[in-house]
């Protein structure tokens, strides 16, 4: 299976936004559920949010609710995550995977190569 690419990261402001994109693989976006994660620097890598495969629904971190929207466009095989508000712990490399939850934890598999995200002023 390809890879899924990440797109849309940068230095924002505090408040700012961001969308990120993540382009996957027919047989990814097909056939499973996909997710963000993000890791700050000297931190692990953390879920963010999840959109299923079976109905689109989201699924999110407490940190993202309210503030980040996901999505998936079944036409063009595109995962996106709107992010409003940024603040400077946002600061991570953000990541699109294949995600999979178990006992309440998320993991993520066949990951891109992320995309850089910097909130500060």
């Known amino acids: 299976q390809a890879q899924p690419v990440e797109s849309g990261g940068g230095w924002v402001q505090p408040g700012g936004s961001l969308r990120l994109s993540c382009a996957a693989s027919e047989q990814t976006y097909s056939t499973h559920t996909m997710g963000w994660f993000r890791q700050a620097p000297e931190r692990e890598r953390e879920f963010v949010a999840a959109?299923?495969?079976?109905?689109?629904?989201?699924y999110y971190e407490d940190f993202a609710k309210g503030r980040f929207t996901i999505s998936r466009d079944n036409a063009k095989k595109m995962i996106y995550l709107q992010m409003n508000n940024l603040k400077p712990e946002d600061t991570a490399v953000y990541y699109c995977a294949q995600a999979s939850v178990s006992r309440g934890v998320w993991r993520g598999d066949h990951w891109g190569q992320g995309t850089q995200v910097t909130v500060s002023s």
């Open positions: 959109v299923w495969l079976s109905d689109g629904a989201p």
